[in-house]
């Protein structure tokens, strides 16, 4: 299931339980999928830093984040902390389903 799917799903107001739990389970799915990539993203970006070294640390910053795998990790940065918001709030309701 895609993430964005999966949000539309999630906020929807009367779930049940076991709907709950799917979507918990689903979106934990996710999001640990998110940080095997974005660990792959940084590895390649270490080695960026290394090959592509300019005048800065920020020059070489902003010169990575034009790169296909540089704007990759800004999708999979600001994915996860929403995901890792929507898990939170799923599991207080399921808190108040208990």
């Known amino acids: ?4 799917d999966l949000i539309k799903q999630v906020n929807e107001k009367n779930l049940t339980k076991d709907q709950l739990e799917e979507y918990r ?3 934990a799915n996710l999001f640990a999928q998110m940080q095997f990539e974005l660990a ?7 080695i960026y830093f290394i090959e592509n070294k300019l005048e800065s640390d920020k020059a070489t910053e902003r ?3 034009a790169t296909k795998k540089g704007l990759r990790e800004i999708e999979l940065s600001h994915y996860s902390k929403g995901t890792e918001k929507m898990l ?4 207080a309701r ?3 389903v208990y």
Do not use: F, G, I, T
């Not at 299931?1 to 964005?4: A, D, E, F, P, V």
């Open 1 to 4: 299931m895609k993430l964005l």
């Open 25 to 27: 389970d689903d979106m």
């Open 40 to 46: 792959e993203v940084k590895k390649a970006k270490a």
């Open 63 to 65: 010169a990575w984040q």
């Open 88 to 91: 939170s709030s799923l599991k």
């Open 94 to 96: 399921l808190y108040q």
